[in-house]
């Protein structure tokens, strides 16, 4: 008999017992162990079984145990202790504070949007990597003391749960989640009543949303949910689960991210106090639309300043951040331009911001684009005057990538720069890690990551290497454990499960694997020769064993095909103990796998691995890292800190190129990571492989921290884009004079010319140390020359005449004439031997630019 409702009662704690409701409420439990021994001694027991979920565990425990409790002198001194740390947590000066008490300029707040969050297990809002590391940004603020505020959805089903048909399929479920059942609570208005924004919608009526508050530390994480009473079914279908349904329902949803988070802003704010943000970061083009909507409050909203269309453009633009993550086209969310001028009329969501403008923004009018669809990443870029990928090599990719959005200019000044990855050390790192260097004078709340990190080399080897057998251990009950739970749901009795008993060893070399099912991934490279792949797990004296996991989407066949020949695989009897595949692979799972893993493998076509922080993790608990050069470990690995798979690049024949990888992988194994790990010492220790331990968590540990990664958002993107918005914003002067310097330098360019460049003061042979003289005759038309900057770029000049290593040197003007003309002079010296050439070129330059392509003109002799 089916429910016709549903919904959790929570349970009265009590008064004694209140600050555990606290703690409950407040999602800094998931990375702060001391948090979760309090809940622990709860109900050991029940603490397990709920999943180490705090909100299910105090719904489920009885009332007799809570008076016990509430009369133990010894639980409340523990529990008092987790409230007050977690008081000072909330309250104390972070890192940011003391930056601000320094004097230095940073905003009172940035808003962070995301269509995913991936904070905990027992919050199921995300579905891979882009999710994690949101989750990991947020927590990382709140430790740094960033005042970031959050915005998602809330995703009625998720994204799925993965399970395994007996033929080894992968199926999908979609649990309700009831978010009265999850650790967040509703926002209410000063009356009591739920606060709520709206969005009109070109096929009905408003749309409905309510505002979700996880507290993510000290950051709140708004979440906006449609399943509301006064929406029709489509509308309350909206936030149904994550990346599901067609593009019509995916444009609704980044409507309600974009646009509906702005709003959600506006209420939060209004109702707590919480500073408005001064900048907007938008994680991936999924959120595009805020922009739209801070354009429509800057020029019809009730209340707003009214001002004209290119102003509000620049306010909004200056104080935006981007962050692309895809390295492919495919991984772009674009929508027809019908569909797209449906939705947006004059009634729609953003009234007063015309449709052919919103159109221009997203168009892909370059060569090779498609002007059939409107594209959020080319959105993004063109609304946010600071763009990012995320890793140097992504960086480099991006620019070639979206290149033709700045077709005057080379790759190398396409004015996307990079932030790599960071992951946030307290979530991921093992507790055993963190005692195992506390042990040894290391200070995990410290500032001094370095050191926290070099301490490790005043532990003993037998104890690093004692911990990861530990580690290894649980690792290897964990699978089992997980592993029987999906045998019995593709049917298997137990009696004949018993092989899974002795499945893994925590003695073997174990080799960690999980990421998405998308084909660039390889999930199945390793299973290129399974001869070759079945001799190494099953050597007589240095065996591999291998633990892997991903998920596909749910309409992607061809993943979901990867997923089925890798358990076919591990389903031979010969070698199932050796090699096994987990399914519902999330956080959960995540945690005892990193720690667990002495290896982490990641073989990517390179280079379309964006980031890649799986490694970040491994590494971060003394693994290893067996990697393609791509992502992040292009950009760290230094020879010593793991191994590098080499690549066939340029091979186009896709069969030939990974059988030649996959030979490489094979040969790394057998001739060097294998051997190496089992060369043990009369102690039972392999120190060479300690060495390599040691040096993975010296040199990665303080890298590959999203506490690293936040302060360089801080740095390079947060506060100079509140710097250049106070200039702007203060009272939308600047704003207004830079909209018409922009529409006076497109309107003149036409007229901008390189007409004549001379040289003079070097010889036929000259030397380092020569001094040349460049003259450039240029025509401005109707530009002064303060509005452009001449500049000689000169550098290596390769066979073509192509400049490389390019220098930049800017002329100054020493003599103007009629018309227009004028003549800019500069001297250089030649400080550097070998093949020289230079060119002098015209770029439009004011201060408030933060790149000389930002418009995208240049004049060339």
């Keep these: 008999m089916r429910a016709i409702r549903r919904f959790t009662v929570r349970p009265v704690l009590p008064p004694a017992l209140a600050g555990l409701g606290d703690l409950a409420g407040n999602l800094r439990w998931s990375w702060h162990p001391e948090s979760q021994d309090v809940f622990e001694r709860v109900d050991p027991a029940l603490w397990a079984a709920t999943g180490r979920d705090p909100v299910k565990l105090l719904g489920a425990v009885g009332a007799p145990r809570l008076r016990e409790l509430a009369d133990s002198p010894d639980f409340l001194a523990g529990l008092d202790a987790a409230s007050q740390d977690l008081h000072r947590y909330l309250t104390g000066d972070r890192w940011y504070q003391k930056r601000v008490a320094s004097g230095e300029v940073l905003p009172e707040a940035v808003a962070y949007f995301s269509p995913e969050f991936g904070i905990t297990s027992v919050l199921p809002q995300y579905s891979g990597g882009l999710g994690i590391l949101a989750g990991d940004h947020l927590k990382a603020a709140s430790d740094l003391g960033v005042p970031i505020l959050g915005v998602g959805l809330l995703y009625r089903h998720g994204y799925f749960k993965q399970a395994l048909s007996r033929e080894g399929w992968q199926q999908e479920t979609y649990p309700v989640l009831d978010p009265d059942g999850l650790p967040i609570s509703l926002l209410r208005e000063e009356n009591g009543s739920r606060a709520s924004i709206s969005i009109a919608m070109p096929d009905g009526p408003e749309l409905l949303a309510r505002i979700w508050v996880a507290s993510v530390g000290r950051v709140p994480l708004l979440m906006l949910d449609t399943d509301v009473e006064g929406n029709p079914d489509h509308y309350r279908d909206v936030t149904d689960r994550l990346y599901g349904g067609n593009s019509e329902h995916r444009l609704r949803q980044e409507l309600l991210l974009g646009v509906g988070g702005v709003r959600a802003i506006r209420a939060y704010c209004r109702i707590t106090g919480h500073p408005a943000p001064e900048v907007f970061h938008t994680n991936e083009g999924h959120a595009g639309f805020l922009g739209l909507e801070r354009i429509r409050e800057l020029t019809v909203a009730e209340g707003g300043p009214k001002l004209d269309l290119d102003t509000a453009l620049e306010v909004s633009r200056s104080s935006t951040v981007f962050t692309t993550h895809t390295p492919v086209p495919a991984g772009i969310d674009r929508f027809p331009l019908t569909l797209m001028e449906q939705y947006f009329t004059e009634a729609g969501p953003v009234p007063g911001v015309p449709v052919e403008r919103i159109l221009a923004l997203g168009t892909e009018d370059y060569a090779g684009g498609d002007p059939s669809v409107f594209n959020m990443a080319v959105m993004g870029f063109r609304l946010a005057q600071r763009a990012n990928g995320v890793s140097q090599l992504h960086g480099e990719v991006s620019r070639g990538m979206f290149s033709g959005l700045w077709p005057a200019f080379d790759e190398?000044?396409?004015?996307?720069?990079?932030?790599?990855?960071?992951?946030?050390?307290?979530?991921?790192?093992?507790?055993?890690?963190?005692?195992?260097?506390?042990?040894?004078?290391?200070d995990r709340e410290s500032d001094d990551v370095e050191a926290f990190w070099a301490a490790v080399d005043k532990v003993p080897g037998n104890e690093v290497w004692a911990t990861k057998r530990?580690?290894?251990?649980?690792?290897?009950?964990?699978?089992?454990?997980?592993?029987?739970?999906?045998?019995?749901?593709?049917?298997?009795?137990?009696?004949?499960?018993?092989?899974?008993?002795?499945?893994?060893?925590?003695?073997?070399?174990?080799?960690?694997?999980?990421?998405?099912?998308?084909?660039?991934?390889?999930?199945?490279?390793?299973?290129?020769?399974?001869?070759?792949?079945?001799?190494?797990?099953?050597?007589?004296?240095?065996?591999?064993?291998?633990?892997?996991?991903?998920?596909?989407?749910?309409?992607?066949?061809?993943?979901?095909?990867?997923i089925q020949d890798i358990v076919r695989l591990s389903d031979d009897p010969e070698i199932r103990h050796r090699i096994v595949f987990l399914p519902n692979y999330d956080?959960?799972?995540?945690?005892?796998?990193?720690?667990?893993?002495?290896?982490?493998?990641?073989?990517?076509?390179?280079?379309?691995?964006?980031?890649?922080?799986?490694?970040?993790?491994?590494?971060?608990?003394?693994?290893?890292?067996?990697?393609?050069?791509?992502?992040?470990?292009?950009?760290?690995?230094?020879?010593?800190?793991?191994?590098?798979?080499?690549?066939?690049?340029?091979?186009e024949d896709v069969d030939h190129r990974d059988d030649l990888e996959a030979t490489a992988l094979y040969d790394l194994i057998e001739r060097d990571v294998a051997p190496r790990f089992y060369d043990v010492d009369a102690e039972g220790v392999p120190t060479r492989w300690l060495e390599m331990t040691r040096h993975t968590l010296k040199s990665l540990g303080p890298k590959v921290l999203a506490t690293r990664m936040v302060r360089d958002y801080v740095r390079q993107l947060y506060a100079p884009a509140a710097i250049t918005a106070h200039r702007l914003n203060t009272d939308f002067a600047g704003a207004a004079q830079l909209a018409a310097w922009k529409k006076k330098v497109k309107a003149g360019w036409e007229h901008v010319r390189v007409e004549h460049v001379e040289s003079s003061g070097v010889g036929d042979a000259p030397e380092v140390g020569d001094r040349m003289s460049v003259r450039?005759?240029?025509?401005l038309g109707d530009l002064e020359p303060a509005d452009v900057d001449v500049q000689l770029v000169y550098g290596k000049s390769n066979s073509e005449d192509e400049l490389v290593e390019n220098g930049i040197e800017s002329l100054h003007v020493a003599e103007s004439y009629g018309g227009g003309r004028h003549r800019f002079d500069v001297e250089h010296v030649l400080d550097q031997s070998g093949a020289f050439g230079y060119t002098v070129r015209i770029v439009p330059r004011n201060d408030l630019l933060t790149s000389p392509a930002e418009l995208g003109v240049v004049a060339l002799p």
Excluded at 617 to 628: F, Q
Excluded at 776 to 779: E, G, P
């Design 470 to 562: 530990v580690l290894r251990e649980k690792l290897v009950l964990d699978a089992r454990r997980r592993l029987r739970k999906s045998w019995e749901k593709r049917g298997a009795a137990r009696a004949e499960l018993k092989w899974i008993d002795s499945a893994l060893d925590p003695d073997v070399l174990t080799i960690g694997f999980a990421r998405r099912a998308a084909s660039y991934k390889r999930l199945t490279l390793m299973m290129r020769d399974p001869a070759r792949l079945k001799s190494l797990l099953l050597h007589p004296e240095r065996p591999i064993q291998l633990v892997i996991a991903g998920k596909a989407h749910p309409a992607d066949d061809g993943g979901k095909k990867l």
């Design 587 to 651: 956080i959960a799972m995540a945690q005892p796998l990193y720690p667990g893993c002495d290896v982490w493998l990641n073989n990517p076509l390179r280079p379309y691995e964006a980031c890649g922080t799986s490694g970040m993790k491994a590494a971060l608990n003394g693994g290893l890292n067996l990697s393609v050069l791509d992502g992040w470990w292009d950009e760290w690995y230094d020879g010593d800190n793991g191994w590098a798979i080499p690549t066939a690049d340029g091979v």
């Design 412 to 442: 190398a000044e396409v004015p996307i720069g990079s932030i790599t990855n960071g992951v946030h050390g307290p979530s991921w790192v093992a507790r055993e890690m963190f005692d195992l260097a506390a042990g040894h004078g290391a």
């Design 776 to 779: 450039a005759f240029v025509a």
